[in-house]
């Protein structure tokens, strides 16, 4: 049996030439762990910030204590996956060797390889029957973030107004779809080039922020979810309705404060999380349903191999991308 796999690692920080790919150990599951053969992972947007350590001034210090400040403790990057079980420890019972699965390695990252090990109570589920491997390696990251601000965060309810600002990227596009499920008027603004795009996913109506400012109407809204950090905050206040709430996935401490301030003295809500800490198994379960019924499809940009690792994180730096970009590891 092969003890040595293929992984891309990373020794120091810096810019997408210093991923390589790289020959390193196999890992080795113990009793309450599946080994999982990876066929799919992807580059989220988080994933350039970890490798470049550019992250936003109130997460450098917690960052560096967990995963290094002069170099990586950790050289091997991925967070979501999709693959196929080929071992099970001894202590599993809710897995078989066979079993294809897609899931979340948290902060162990390890997705960019060839093999995971994952808890058998981790954040790991048998992928949708209609999927291929690409698709449900981006079915978490950006989907569980949407899930979580709109249903758990936003208390999202029927016939709601909701407004998705970026609505053409990871979070966008999944919470265009999620929106919809959960039976909302949804409007979408992103760049012209994917109008279409956002429209064919659901959206009701789709403004192209190059040529129109959505503040600048007289329409209100329940939920405003800005999924790329770039919206006014007073200005989106503005346009909500009583008891209306505004959503950021990137924040500033100006944002942390109003949210704590809206939370105690005002109906209109600013709400702001870090939204990993509250995904669920049964989140996993929730969108595996919504896909196998037709209700829910990750939009993939582009897939790259293993092998191009750089260039797909090149790709991701430039901000463009639409949807998720997956990496091919089988």
Same mark, same amino acid.
């Given at each position: 049996?092969?003890?040595?796999?293929?992984?891309?690692?990373?020794?120091?920080?810096?810019?997408?030439?210093?991923?390589? /790919? #790289?020959?390193?150990?196999?890992?080795?599951?113990?009793?309450?762990?599946?080994?999982?053969r990876?066929?799919?992972?992807?580059?989220?947007a988080?994933?350039?910030?970890?490798?470049?350590?550019?992250?936003?001034?109130?997460?450098?210090? +917690?960052?560096?204590?967990?995963?290094?400040?002069?170099?990586?403790?950790?050289?091997?990057?991925?967070?979501?996956? *999709?693959?196929?079980?080929?071992?099970?420890?001894?202590?599993?019972?809710?897995?078989?060797?066979?079993?294809?699965?897609?899931?979340?390695?948290?902060? *162990?990252?390890?997705?960019? #390889?060839?093999?995971?090990?994952?808890?058998?109570?981790?954040?790991?589920?048998?992928? +949708?029957?209609?999927q291929s491997?690409?698709?449900?390696?981006?079915?978490? !990251?950006?989907? /569980?973030?949407?899930?979580?601000?709109?249903?758990?965060?936003?208390? @999202?309810?029927?016939?709601?107004?909701? /407004?998705?600002?970026?609505?053409?990227?990871?979070?966008?596009?999944?919470?265009?779809?999620?929106?919809?499920?959960?039976?909302?008027?949804?409007?979408?603004?992103?760049s012209?080039?994917?109008? $279409?795009?956002?429209?064919?996913?659901?959206?009701?109506?789709?403004?192209?922020?190059?040529?129109?400012?959505?503040?600048?109407?007289?329409?209100?809204?329940?939920l405003?979810?800005?999924?790329?950090?770039?919206?006014?905050m007073?200005?989106?206040?503005?346009? /909500?309705? +009583?008891?209306?709430r505004?959503?950021?996935?990137?924040?500033?401490?100006?944002?942390?404060?109003?949210?704590?301030?809206?939370?105690?003295? !005002?109906?209109?809500?600013?709400?702001?999380?870090? *939204? !990993?800490?509250?995904?669920?198994?049964?989140?996993? $379960?929730f969108?595996?349903? @919504?896909?196998?019924?037709?209700?829910?499809?990750?939009? @993939?940009?582009t897939?790259? +191999?293993?092998?191009?690792?750089?260039?797909a994180?090149?790709?991701v730096?430039?901000?463009?991308?639409?949807?998720?970009? $997956?990496?091919?590891?089988?």
């Amino acid at each position: 049996m092969a003890t040595q796999m293929k992984a891309v690692v990373f020794k120091r920080y810096g810019k997408p030439e210093v991923l390589q /790919l #790289a020959e390193t150990k196999k890992p080795i599951p113990k009793s309450n762990e599946v080994l999982v053969r990876i066929h799919a992972t992807s580059v989220t947007a988080e994933d350039p910030k970890m490798r470049g350590f550019n992250h936003p001034p109130l997460l450098k210090l +917690p960052i560096g204590l967990l995963f290094g400040f002069r170099k990586p403790k950790n050289p091997v990057l991925g967070i979501e996956f *999709s693959g196929i079980i080929e071992t099970v420890g001894s202590a599993v019972k809710n897995y078989s060797v066979g079993d294809q699965v897609f899931g979340y390695t948290g902060l *162990s990252f390890g997705a960019y #390889a060839e093999y995971k090990c994952m808890p058998k109570n981790g954040l790991i589920h048998v992928k +949708p029957e209609n999927q291929s491997f690409e698709e449900s390696a981006c079915m978490v !990251n950006g989907s /569980l973030s949407a899930l979580v601000y709109l249903k758990k965060k936003g208390k @999202i309810k029927k016939r709601d107004n909701v /407004l998705i600002y970026g609505a053409s990227g990871s979070v966008g596009t999944a919470a265009i779809q999620l929106a919809k499920y959960f039976e909302t008027h949804v409007t979408g603004v992103c760049s012209t080039k994917n109008l $279409a795009l956002v429209k064919s996913i659901g959206a009701d109506f789709v403004i192209d922020y190059s040529r129109q400012d959505f503040t600048q109407n007289d329409k209100k809204y329940d939920l405003i979810f800005d999924t790329v950090g770039k919206t006014s905050m007073r200005e989106c206040m503005n346009l /909500l309705k +009583p008891k209306g709430r505004y959503l950021r996935t990137e924040f500033g401490f100006s944002h942390i404060l109003a949210s704590i301030f809206t939370s105690l003295f !005002n109906s209109k809500k600013v709400i702001v999380a870090s *939204s !990993n800490f509250y995904w669920k198994k049964e989140d996993l $379960a929730f969108l595996k349903k @919504i896909v196998e019924t037709g209700r829910f499809k990750p939009v @993939i940009d582009t897939i790259f +191999p293993l092998e191009n690792i750089v260039d797909a994180h090149q790709y991701v730096e430039l901000g463009h991308k639409v949807g998720n970009v $997956a990496i091919s590891v089988r």
